[in-house]
């Protein structure tokens, strides 16, 4: 492998200290650790990326003005795209600590553990399902979708959830997250995977980005809030604190 770099916003470190940290390494696996995607290369030594809103890693794209760092391969290359440039990569030893200290993955935490999670919380449940430390890897499209499937309202009070409640939540979350996950994942804006397709999930969105439009249980207009300064979207009548 070899590497340059070309927009130091999105590097942790030294580009020059990067790009030859990277030079004949060979990668050993890729793996995702909630939002982050570590590249796994001998040495133990990691490649950590974080796409951030606009980011994208393609396989043997073409490079644009839009590309950031491009790594090459003995099979290719795989270039870092990010309009926005609020992602971030950085070369590291194994995960960085403060990724370790991160959630439990939401499709692998027991109901037990998630119900002893929840209680101890006082929060409101989207800023706490946004939350990285409390689950890792949801994100706003998908704690919108969770809690409505759940039936449960934004501002609802996590603490305060009981029983059948955090059962419905549960399931909504794991229920959510594979249907995206099988469906390539949502793209809104510009989202496409390494190959640069494009998700589907966003046909089956129930209220995310639906301000207005009839809820398709009640036929409630869907309403939208602010909640830890991430636009929420809900159902007033279906989704109860």
């Given at each position: ?71 090459t391969l003995d099979r290719g290359t795989l270039l870092y795209d990010d309009s926005r ?157």
């Amino acid at each position: 492998m070899s590497a340059e770099f070309h927009g130091l916003r999105v590097l942790r470190g030294d580009p020059e200290a990067t790009a030859a940290g990277l030079a004949g390494r060979r990668v050993r696996g890729v793996r995702r650790h909630g939002k982050f995607i570590e590249i796994e290369l001998d040495g133990e030594r990691s490649f950590i990326v974080h796409l951030g809103m606009t980011g994208k890693l393609l396989l043997n794209g073409a490079p644009g003005k839009h590309t950031h760092a491009i790594l090459t391969l003995d099979r290719g290359t795989l270039l870092y795209d990010d309009s926005r440039q609020f992602g971030r990569l950085e070369l590291s030893s194994g995960l960085p600590a403060r990724v370790q200290a991160l959630g439990p993955e939401p499709l692998e935490v027991t109901l037990g553990e998630f119900a002893e999670r929840l209680h101890r919380r006082k929060t409101k449940m989207k800023a706490l399902l946004l939350n990285q430390k409390f689950l890792r890897g949801i994100g706003n499209i998908y704690a919108d979708e969770a809690l409505f499937r759940a039936g449960i309202h934004p501002l609802a009070t996590a603490a305060r959830l009981k029983g059948e409640r955090i059962r419905k939540l549960h399931a909504a979350i794991r229920e959510v997250l594979a249907e995206a996950i099988a469906a390539g994942g949502s793209s809104i804006s510009d989202y496409v995977d390494v190959d640069g397709r494009q998700g589907s999930f966003q046909v089956r969105h129930n209220v995310y980005q639906k301000t207005g439009e009839p809820c398709p249980r009640c036929g409630a207009p869907i309403r939208r809030i602010l909640v830890a300064q991430r636009g929420t979207h809900f159902c007033p009548k279906c989704q109860k604190k």
